[in-house]
């Protein structure tokens, strides 16, 4: 992971918001997924918010994108905001509904 990664998440029911921050690498990916797997399985709504990243390494942005089906979420819609949105987005949409 890199040094200065870092996750802030906010749970509240039903809703879960997660800032992320520093650079995103592979490791860092897998880091998001577990987060991922492990607070959102009764999320109807999930927000990733990337304003606080400096750098999306390509190795992290397609470690996310392939391992998203690892989510064992609810069946609730996956939105991506910030500044880094379309790397992290599937097909340039920045919301992915049922992200299994």
């Known amino acids: ?11 509240v029911v039903g809703r879960l918001h997660i800032r992320l921050d520093g650079d ?3 490791t860092s990916a897998f880091e998001l997924i577990h987060m991922l797997d492990r607070y ?5 709504e999930i927000i990733i918010d990337t304003s606080g990243l ?3 390494f390509p190795f992290g942005r397609d470690t996310f994108r392939n391992n998203l089906h690892h989510i ?3 069946t609730g819609e996956l939105i991506v905001r910030g500044k ?8 340039g949409q ?3 509904c049922n992200p299994r």
Not at 2 to 10: C, P, Y
Not at 40 to 44: L, V
Request: charged letters at 25%; zero cysteines.
């Open 1 to 11: 992971m890199a040094s200065n990664f870092h996750i802030a998440v906010d749970h």
């Open 24 to 26: 995103f690498d592979g």
């Open 40 to 44: 959102g399985r009764k999320a109807t």
């Open 54 to 56: 400096k750098r999306v």
């Open 72 to 74: 064992t979420g609810g």
């Open 84 to 91: 880094h949105k379309k790397r992290f987005s599937l097909h």
């Open 94 to 96: 920045s919301t992915i």
